[in-house]
Structure formats: C-alpha cells, structure tokens
C-alpha cells in the first residue's frame, strides 16, 4: 500500500545492502539503481509487493513487469532458453538486454507481474550494487523504473525521491546510471527474435550475434507483444519539439555536439547532451538533462537533430515518445 512515511535513503555499502534486501524480502518496495536506469523493485513472487508497485507508480493498467535476476542459472529458473535466447543471453549478460521468453514450468514470478502472459521479461544488470542486491534477496525482483508512470526515468537517487518520496520504504542510492536509457528488449519467442524496445544495447551488436536482422516490432496483424510501450511517455511538463533548426519564443535547447540552432541566443536555457557527439555520452545524459530543461520553466524543449544509429536509436525513441500528444 501507499504509505506516508518518508522514504528512506540507503547508502550503497555493505549496511545499505543488506537492510535494501531485508525490506524487499519483507514485500516492501525499494529503489535501486542499475547501469540503465533506477528500477522500483519488489519482491517478483509475492503479489502483493507486485500490486504495491503498480500502485506506487500509479500504472494506468497491469503492464508485465521485467524479472530481474544475479545471474544465466537463476534466469534459467524463471523461464525457457531456446538456442538464441542463450546466446544473447551468454553474450551480453550481465548488461542492459532484456530478453523476453517463455515462462519456465516450474517459475516463481507471480501471475500479476507477468500481467496473464504466458511469457516473462528477464534481466541480468551490470551494476555491481544492483547485482550484490539480487544475490542477497535471492528471489527474482520487479522492476520498472523507479518513476511515477508516464514521467521521465531517474537516473539518480534525488529524481526517484521526487517522484517516489513517501510512497517506498527506501531507495539505495549508488549516484548515477552510466547508460542513462532503459534496456533492449527483444522477444525469443516463436520465430525470429523481435526487438521489442530499442536501449542501452545498440540493435547492430545483437543483429552482429544473430548473423541477421532482428524483427520489427508489431508487424501487420500481430498482436503488440509489449503492452507497456505507450506513445506518449517519458513526458516533462513541457512540450517537446524534434529536429529543431532554430529556437522560437519562450523555449529551452537541447543541442547535440558543435550544431548551433538559428536563434539559440533567445533560449531560456541550453544544455548538450555530449559537446563531443558521443551518443553513449548523450544516452547517459538524456533523463537528467530533460529534467533540468523542464525545470528552467520554458514552455517548449527544442530538440536539435541526432543521429539514429547504435545508441542514437533508443534516445530518439525516447524522445519520440517525450514529443507524442498526450
Ligand atoms: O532498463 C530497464 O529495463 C529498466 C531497469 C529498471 O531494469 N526497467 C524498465 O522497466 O524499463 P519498465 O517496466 O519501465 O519497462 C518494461 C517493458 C514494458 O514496456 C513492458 O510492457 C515490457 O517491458 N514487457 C515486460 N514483460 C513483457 C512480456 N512478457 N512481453 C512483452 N513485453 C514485456
Ligand atoms: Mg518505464
């Protein structure tokens, strides 16, 4: 349930670790971060724990939830690994990949976080903390990103007290995600691997392992295979233009590299996401930059062009989804 107290912050040691471990095994909720971004944990096989996350979050509607897991073997508990989900899994695992699978037989992640499907969204993360944290629990752990639904994802401790504070036992602060977007999600199900949401694994790397092209997702007369990915979301208070080429009244800019927009003098605010044209840079920014921008009161964030390959895929989907009409 939604209580009133002050959320706690936990620090990263061994102290923080191990009381983050015992509220999650309690069925209480924490925050935590990984390499992409703060995912708002619960215990995966107590209902409960599941149905105060969705709460929490404030979710429109049960959208399943990504298991995470320390390791291949305790993935392996949770569900089926045909040859190329192993292969994925083997080949970029630990790291920001969520591959989606048959649920296992005998699993133990609850029916409400697999929201009635009969497959389920697993993941192994890099970060160490986040890693340390799982082995301590021992069980499976849900978790989207630790910000209210619809709003953009935290990527430090400060952004999930903002949108979280009094409505989770504690969050374990371990400073910022380094990749800064949300994991690749590519479903193994029947047929050929599908990419289901572009992040922090760039669609090239997986198409290298594979030898060919991953699947686009909801392909004519299909079902959509990931029911969470709205149009609109992602979304600051202020509007979000795309491939801006001059800044117009009453607006903030987000630049890309040594580009300069007509106009830039008049903006109210100016952050780059990487002066270099780093798109792994970029990434790790994106989140906290819209914050900021949002924060500087303009009415329109101007987004200036950025390229679409490797991790440029997953930022303009995520700014795709920060412009859609709500
Ligand atoms: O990087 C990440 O993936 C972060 C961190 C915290 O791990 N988590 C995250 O979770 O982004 P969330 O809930 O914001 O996004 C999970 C997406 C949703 O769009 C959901 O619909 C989809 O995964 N999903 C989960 N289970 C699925 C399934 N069985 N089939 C298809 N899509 C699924
Ligand atoms: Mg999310």
């Not at 724990?49 to 073997?73: M, Q, S, T």
Request: glycine letters at 10%; charged letters at 20%; proline letters at 8%.
């Amino acid at each position: 349930h939604i209580g009133s107290t002050a959320t706690r912050r936990l620090t990263p040691d061994a102290a923080g670790l191990a009381e983050a471990a015992r509220l999650l095994r309690e069925g209480r909720l924490v925050a935590f971060p990984t390499e992409t971004v703060y995912g708002l944990g619960g215990d995966a096989t107590n209902g409960a724990a599941v149905a105060g996350i969705y709460a929490a979050k404030e979710r429109p509607r049960f959208n399943p939830l990504i298991a995470h897991l320390p390791d291949l073997a305790a993935a392996r508990r949770e569900g089926a690994f045909g040859p190329e989900a192993l292969r994925l899994a083997e080949t970029f695992w630990p790291g920001p990949l969520t591959l989606v699978v048959p649920r296992a037989e005998d699993a133990c992640v609850c029916d409400l976080a697999l929201a009635g499907l009969d497959s389920v969204a697993l993941r192994v993360p890099a970060a160490r903390l986040a890693r340390d944290l799982l082995r301590a629990v021992g069980r499976p752990v849900a978790a989207p990103s630790a910000n209210r639904s619809g709003r953009v994802s935290p990527t430090n401790a400060d952004h999930v007290l903002g949108d979280l504070d009094g409505r989770i036992a504690a969050v374990l602060d371990g400073g910022a995600c380094p990749v800064g977007v949300e994991s690749t999600i590519v479903a193994c199900l029947d047929g050929d691997p599908q990419l289901l949401r572009p992040g922090g694994v760039p669609r090239e790397a997986i198409e290298a392992v594979l030898g060919r092209p991953l699947r686009a997702p909801g392909a004519a007369g299909e079902a959509p295979v990931a029911p969470g990915l709205l149009a609109s979301h992602y979304a600051p208070r202020a509007a979000v233009r795309l491939d801006a080429a001059a800044i117009g009244e009453d607006e903030a800019a987000l630049l890309f590299g040594e580009a300069r927009p007509a106009g830039l003098a008049r903006a109210r605010f100016i952050l780059n996401l990487s002066p270099s044209g780093d798109l792994a840079e970029a990434a790790a920014n994106l989140f906290s930059m819209l914050r900021r921008l949002d924060a500087s009161g303009a009415a329109t964030i101007a987004v200036m062009p950025i390229p679409r390959h490797g991790l440029g895929e997953a930022i303009a989907d995520r700014l795709a989804r920060a412009a859609a009409p709500r």
